[in-house]
């Protein structure tokens, strides 16, 4: 899941085709969006463009906007991991909306308040969820520190699972800042 505030503040042109709807303004603000879900192989490597991608269906991307707001984002998380997953895209976006909405996200305004670690990020994310434990998220940061992503591990039958090492993401200690999402 990639932090929208974030993501918006890095790009050059919020006003571009490829991030309009989610930068811009003119469509509401984005806090959590999900960049993806890819299936893993027990080592670093990740199966990835695994057969020919259809283009997906314009009701699938309509649905999906607000859970990845960016057509282009959907298409391209389809074609590199949906195609290792399902041989259609409703079933891969299906099974990704569902995984994205069981999870539930911490007070994002409190944490963007005062220094972080990744460490306290994965804190906050697990007691935000039951049944996680921090060993299961992974957080990472741009050079700058700044939050962009937080990943969940999932293991066998897509249940949440303990991140492997080269998962995990930021030590625990690295110090996070949370860019606030901005007031309209």
């Known amino acids: ?28 603000r984005f806090g959590w969006v999900l960049h993806g879900l890819w299936p893993e192989t027990g080592g670093p490597g990740y199966p990835q463009w695994c057969r020919p991608a259809k283009i997906v269906p314009q009701t699938v991307l309509k649905k999906h906007m607000c859970m990845t707001p960016s057509v282009q984002l959907l298409q391209h998380e389809w074609a590199k991991h949906g195609t290792c997953m399902s041989p259609h895209p409703e079933a891969y976006f299906r099974s990704a909306e569902i995984l994205f909405r069981a999870v539930r996200f911490p007070d994002m305004k409190a944490l963007a308040a005062k220094p972080q670690t990744a460490g306290s990020v994965r804190r906050a994310f697990a007691a935000a969820n039951r049944g996680i434990a921090p060993q299961m998220i992974a957080v990472s940061a741009d050079r700058q520190g700044w939050l962009n992503e937080v990943r969940f591990c999932l293991g066998p039958r897509m249940k949440p699972a303990r991140c492997q090492s080269f998962q995990s993401g930021a030590r625990d200690g690295r110090q996070i800042r949370v860019r606030p999402m901005s007031a309209r």
């Open 1 to 28: 899941m990639s932090w929208s505030p974030q993501h918006c503040a890095d790009v050059r042109n919020p006003r571009d085709a490829r991030d309009r709807f989610q930068c811009s303004g003119e469509n509401g």
